[in-house]
């Protein structure tokens, strides 16, 4: 019999349960990806996602020819797609790993149905989540708002369970369309804006598993401290991987684990800790959907975020603000399409508390731009910045960048790499080119104050805030 394996955000072939369940069952797998944007509701995947996913595709496919099948790639709509080609290849049954998204939510659950009603076998698995969203509840049986909590029961509720390893053999399916050419998908930029990315990046599950060798080997050790460090390869920059499903979380920890010892045990329980913040995000997307557009506190919905400013909005984007940890952050968003967890949380501040801009035009920026975008991760890590959202960090507690760069960009090299400006300018005026005016100006046209200045800026958010109450 044969069986489509429905490949989405699970492009790898290692642990993967759709698959698996198609091979242990006795299947013959047809291979598939559907190119489908507009099914993903106000959210469909930004730029950068596009032209990552452009690689990771090529690089699935590259891996199911050695084992001897292929990847058949069309042009959605989904269902209409899966139902022709259930038909053309004699198919009995659709296999493919959940994903959380609510737009996407919605559209499987009506295709499970309708594949169903067609008297086809419809089953999907999970592939990306150590829980799934709903099985963590509260006494009351709800969804948490609160991490600690949260995460608490999850370990009290942990079933390991050990990956599964990727098949030496796919016995590909003669029968059906072969479908189109990668390029047909349009997923690749035009221009070549992303060539920094392939400096640091390489998409797909080899590049994924070779990254989580390398932070083993490098970061884990002292993580714990490093993880705040922007200055320093702190992270296992794990993150696109593990957004596009090519490496699975229990991959992770499989490898993770068996590093353990005593030097290395805190290391590791704190990044594991941070793959539980992936998992109450995705909690929080599944139980919360509105929140990828609104407030989860209803009190900022008569927040006054002040009028939109395009001009001051595109010097925060293009990292001209003239405040050089902000700048960095955003000149290494946009030319890596990432950014350090830290200095994420210092632009967003800046934006939605100094600039008191609305969090969604930060979340819609690095929507395009960053390789991991996530819906669960950013709306969590937005609406946390932005004091709106779950376990929050409050409105009124604003990051000052100036003492945040000090801290952890200390030798101001972090600043230097990505303002290379800046590069000449001592320390420590480096974080702050403004205070000492008599210097003469920041060299080749850095503004020599900052967009909005951050006293003013900060007793302005804090005077709409109390105004809230
Ligand atoms: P590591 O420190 O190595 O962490 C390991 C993994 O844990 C990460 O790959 C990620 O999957 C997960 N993780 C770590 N921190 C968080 C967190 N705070 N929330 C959720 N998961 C986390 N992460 C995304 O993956 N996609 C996003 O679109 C995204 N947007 C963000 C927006 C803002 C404003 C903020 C403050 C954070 C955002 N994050 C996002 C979370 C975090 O910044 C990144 O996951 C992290 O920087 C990725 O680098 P890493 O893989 O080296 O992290």
């Not at 989405?8 to 489908?36: M, Q």
């Not at 008297?119 to 991490?147: H, M």
């Not at 999850?154 to 479908?179: C, F, K, N, Q």
Request: overall charge neutral; some cysteine.
């Amino acid at each position: 019999p044969n069986a489509i394996v429905w490949f989405r955000n699970d492009l790898r072939l290692d642990d993967n349960p759709a698959l698996r369940t198609a091979l242990e069952e006795g299947f013959a797998p047809l291979c598939v990806y559907i190119h489908a944007p507009d099914e993903e509701g106000g959210w469909a995947p930004g730029a950068a996602s596009n032209a990552w996913r452009h690689r990771s595709l090529a690089a699935l496919d590259a891996d199911l020819h050695a084992r001897g099948a292929r990847l058949r790639r069309f042009v959605g709509p989904s269902l209409q797609t899966l139902t022709t080609l259930a038909a053309a290849s004699d198919a009995e049954a659709v296999f493919w790993n959940r994903r959380y998204e609510p737009a996407v939510e919605k559209r499987d659950t009506r295709i499970k149905a309708s594949l169903r009603g067609q008297g086809l076998r419809a089953e999907s698995f999970n592939g990306a989540l150590l829980f799934e969203p709903w099985e963590i509840k509260t006494r009351q049986d709800g969804p948490y708002k609160v991490f600690t909590p949260f995460w608490r029961n999850a370990l009290a509720s942990w079933r390991s369970r050990a990956p599964w390893d990727a098949p030496s053999e796919i016995a590909d399916v003669a029968a059906g369309p072969a479908g189109v050419a990668l390029e047909a998908l349009k997923l690749a930029p035009e221009r070549d804006w992303d060539v920094g990315f392939w400096e640091r990046w390489t998409p797909g599950e080899t590049g994924a598993r070779e990254a989580l060798e390398v932070f083993i080997d490098g970061a884990l050790h002292g993580y714990c401290v490093d993880r705040d460090r922007p200055d320093r390869v702190g992270t296992s920059r794990l993150s696109p991987h593990l957004h596009f499903g090519e490496i699975s979380p229990w991959r992770v920890l499989a490898m993770l684990e068996a590093e353990r010892k005593a030097s290395t045990a805190a290391d590791i329980d704190a990044y594991i800790r941070e793959l539980g913040w992936r998992e109450f995000a995705h909690h929080l997307l599944h139980h919360f959907p509105d929140t990828i557009d609104s407030n989860l506190n209803p009190r900022f919905d008569h927040f006054d975020w002040g009028k939109r400013d395009a001009r001051q909005l595109g010097a925060w984007q293009r990292g001209c603000t003239g405040v050089p940890i902000v700048d960095a952050g955003m000149r290494e968003l946009w030319r890596t399409g990432w950014m350090h967890n830290r200095v994420r949380m210092i632009v967003a501040s800046y934006l939605t508390k100094h600039m008191r801009m609305h969090w969604r035009e930060g979340a819609r920026w690095f929507w395009d731009t960053l390789v991991d975008a996530d819906l669960a991760n950013n709306t969590l890590g937005w609406q946390w910045v932005a004091g709106t959202g779950a376990d929050a960090s409050p409105y009124f507690r604003i990051f000052n960048p100036v003492t945040q760069a000090r801290k952890f960009d200390p030798a101001g090299e972090y600043i230097a790499r990505w303002v290379p400006e800046l590069a000449g300018m001592p320390l420590p005026r480096r974080f702050a080119p403004w205070t000492a005016p008599k210097s003469g100006p920041p060299p080749d046209g850095y503004p020599a104050t900052p967009l909005v200045d951050l006293a003013e800026g900060r007793a302005a958010a804090l005077q709409a805030y109390s105004q809230t109450r």
